[in-house]
């Protein structure tokens, strides 16, 4: 058993747990820590609680904060600033294809360390780089490569809904996105509507994808034949919040209905298997009783083109009132690679 304090750095960083020793801390307390690039302050976010901890190899928090510590604070953020412009200015003279937008200086003299963290979209070399700015700062010079999420988090900003973005302000993670969940909630496929200011998929897609999901269960499907008070006709449109579904009955023709004012035309796993021949469902079985089944000659002649083969296509078109399934709109494939939603983003444990 031993005493684990969580700790977070910045104000959406990730919780990080340390050994709180014999000492106990409270929430909101500001504390010293042996973190990986040396004494750093957090502040006490999960209080101190003993329990049994899987990982033997925590690290300390050396102390509670003094007002020496809180007052060395604003020096260190200053010194961050000017070497930040100075890193901006030397990959510009450089031409480097990279965008430098956070800098980290921490110990102080002989001792100074200085790590840069950057965005680029291409295999670069730093070394000339680095070399200049250890000796325009006299400090060892790390540089660290991140992804536009962990950009956007480091830099804030404000979002399409007119708040500070969620990785700024209480979001400790980044979760996968997929444009299916755009599609689920109904969403236009445009990349300035679905993607947020780091240029990927929004994070709050994720925030009511399972509600989506649990409304989403027994209403039919775009596309899919359904059987009404009026007749047979074809899903084109489907109101998950609601619950409501538009049927098309024909060129102008549908109308709006409760979902529960329907049902499928072929339940689930009882649609009629379809003949070698491609033609209509239960073809062979529709033959008069009394008709001799056809000879040689009768089955070497093609198929009749006025047989339900049209129903087939029907099955197989894709509806031209979705507008997911359009030939004009972008495929999940296209906009993916457009957004570049990757599902694990590179995130740096430094960054949190």
Known sequence: MQSVVGVRFGQAGRVSLFDGGASSYAVGDMVLVDADRGPRLGTVVVASERRQSNDRGLRRVLRAATEADLLREPPTAERSRAVLRL?????????LPAKVFRAEVSGGGRNERIVLYLTTEERIELRELIRDLSN?????????????????????????CGL????TTW???????????AKDQGLVLNPTKVAGQCGRLKCCLVYEQAGYAELRKGLPKLGKRVVTTRGEGRVVEVDVLRQRVRVSYGPGESEV????????????????????????????GSRPSGRASPGADERAEPDDPS??????????????????????APTGEELTGE??????PDTDPGLS
Request: hydrophobic share 30%; charged share 30%.
């Open 257 to 284: 209905l409760p979902a529960t004012e329907m049902r499928p035309l072929f339940p689930s796993g009882n649609a009629p298997a379809e003949d070698a021949a491609g033609g209509r469902p239960g073809a062979e």
């Open 171 to 181: 979001l400790p993670e980044f979760v996968p996105v997929s444009i299916k969940m």
């Open 164 to 167: 500070t973005l969620c990785c």
């Open 87 to 95: 890193a901006k200015d030397r990959t510009a003279a450089l031409d």
């Open 339 to 344: 957004l570049d939603d990757s599902p694990s």
């Open 307 to 328: 047989s339900s083969g049209e129903e087939l296509e029907d099955e197989e078109t894709s509806n031209p009132g979705d507008p997911s399934r359009r030939a004009d």
């Open 136 to 160: 325009a700062t006299g400090a060892r010079v790390e540089l660290r490569q991140l992804g536009a999420r962990d950009e956007a988090k480091a830099i804030g900003g404000i979002g399409s």
